[in-house]
């Protein structure tokens, strides 16, 4: 299992600020044998900073001719990875990807199908800020935990990392950040994936900095938690 190889996806949108910088810290881990950035039409220059960056043979680049979303981005990202293990990473700095390094074991040691990794968990480093972010996310989590007999810390989480085989099986419907409760309903629903979470760090930024999740969102998250629990 330890020559077992990881896939990054990585949706982009208006992250020209950021967004070299990530990928440069992805690129740093010599466990990514892959990239895959999908822009979903970016306006503020970040489209043309990927054309001429000039990255390396790992890199695959993908350009949406519309804005989607991120789970329109990460459908056609999974349907472009080939590596064993894949990843999902924001284009921004508030996840490090040396974290890859923990959340890979459970999957290399055989242990995990899926790991989650945990901002909420404790032991890493966390910015401390947005109250109502946090009982937001608290919340969904704890819905998710009644909803689907699990123990989930953090469901909203941007880093899951799957074995392909896994992602392989599941198809998207969702377009925006629906995303998220929709891959941990249909990776819950299924008994026989093994899923573990690992503590991370979380170096999260404000609405003035970037961020582009709201409490709006959470309205979307909680029906989808719903619908895909008792339908599809």
């Keep these: 299992m330890n020559d077992m190889t990881l896939s990054v996806v990585m949706p982009v949108y208006n992250e020209k600020k950021f967004v070299l910088g990530i990928i440069n810290k992805v690129l740093g881990l010599d466990m990514v044998k892959e990239l895959v950035v999908v822009d979903d039409c970016s306006t503020d220059g970040t489209r043309e900073l990927l054309k001429n960056a000039g990255f390396d043979g790992r890199v695959k680049i993908f350009y949406h001719d519309r804005n989607m979303g991120k789970g329109a981005a990460l459908r056609t990202g999974f349907g472009k990875v080939t590596k064993d293990i894949v990843v999902i990473q924001d284009a921004d700095l508030e996840y490090d990807p040396n974290e890859f390094r923990e959340m890979i074991k459970p999957i290399a040691e055989g242990a995990a199908d ?70 941990t309903a249909k990776i819950l629903k299924n008994k026989a994936l093994r899923v573990y979470e690992v503590p991370i760090s979380y170096y999260g930024r404000t609405y003035a900095e970037g961020k582009k999740i709201s409490w709006k969102h959470g309205f979307g998250a909680l029906w989808a938690l719903l619908k895909f629990r008792f339908m599809d």
């Excluded at 109502?132 to 953090?154: I, K, Q």
């Design 114 to 183: 899926v790991v989650y990794g945990s901002r909420l968990a404790g032991g890493k480093p966390q910015r401390v800020y947005m109250f109502w972010h946090r009982v937001g996310n608290d919340l969904l989590s704890f819905l998710t935990n009644l909803l689907y007999n699990s123990t989930l810390s953090d469901m909203e989480t941007c880093y899951k990392m799957f074995k392909k085989s896994v992602i392989d099986d599941i198809r998207i419907r969702s377009n925006d950040f629906s995303v998220e409760p929709e891959l």
